[in-house]
């Protein structure tokens, strides 16, 4: 079955850039989101890309979306402290209906 | 700012008990969707929903069971809650008719079963 991949650590120091890295594998997506969820929270749905776009930028966040090799980025610049949380990427497609699959979250960090 | 409603956010319960989580959103979306997670884990779907009367079991086995009689409303019950229900759930909704899946989160509710 489809599945989404991202490493579960990454740890920067404040002012930094970061970049969260994931993979998936339904050549039918549709849309690829990152959400944010801070400790004892919910999710929050920080961006999305349409699949036939490379790269979106909103602010201090940078989506990359390389479709060939199914490879999603998140790159955060001038990382803050308050960005420590854990960033789940996602993926969707109307292939059966939608359905959106996330991946097991990746824990950043920030060190001041 | 979603508008998507979890109560209680904290419940702590004993072996046996019947509970009942609620989830409610005012946003008119047709999709909504149960996800247990482990404090800092991963996300398990267990039970999701396309529209009024209809329910379906997520990715994860689980020994809940949900309703929807109502567009906003959508449940999660426990019969007999047990420790290794202690989790934390999360419900969340989409529009899901078309162009992005976009899910709203809640805030969550905290169980602890001793």
């Known amino acids: 079955g489809e599945d989404v991949e991202q490493s579960l650590f990454l740890s920067v120091r404040e002012g930094d850039s970061s970049v969260i890295n994931c993979t998936y594998t339904?050549?039918?997506?549709?849309?690829l989101y990152w959400y944010k969820q801070e400790p004892g929270a919910g999710l929050q749905l920080l961006t999305y890309?349409?699949?036939?776009?490379d790269m979106k930028q909103d602010q201090r966040l940078t989506v990359l979306l390389n479709k060939k090799d199914k490879h999603l980025s998140l790159r955060i610049a001038d990382t803050q402290t308050g960005d420590s949380a854990i960033y789940f990427c996602a993926e969707s497609s109307n292939t059966g209906g939608f359905k959106t699959i996330f991946g097991a979250g990746t824990r950043l960090f920030v060190k001041a | 700012e979603a508008d998507i409603y979890q109560t209680p956010r904290y419940l702590v319960i004993g072996t046996g008990k019947k509970i009942t989580l609620e989830c409610s959103q005012t946003m008119g979306h047709d999709k909504m969707y149960w996800y247990q997670q482990d404090p800092g884990m991963e996300l398990h779907l267990i039970h999701y929903s396309y529209g009024v009367n209809s329910t379906e079991k997520g990715d994860l086995s689980s020994e809940s069971t949900v309703s929807r009689i109502r567009t906003e409303h959508f449940p999660l019950t426990l019969e007999s809650a047990r420790p290794s229900h202690t989790s934390q759930y999360l419900c969340?909704?989409?529009?899901?008719?078309?162009?992005?899946?976009?899910?709203?989160f809640g805030p969550g509710t905290r169980l602890t079963v001793l």
């Open positions: 890309i349409f699949s036939n776009m």
């Open positions: 339904d050549s039918s997506s549709t849309y």
């Open positions: 969340a909704s989409s529009e899901g008719s078309s162009g992005t899946d976009t899910q709203y």
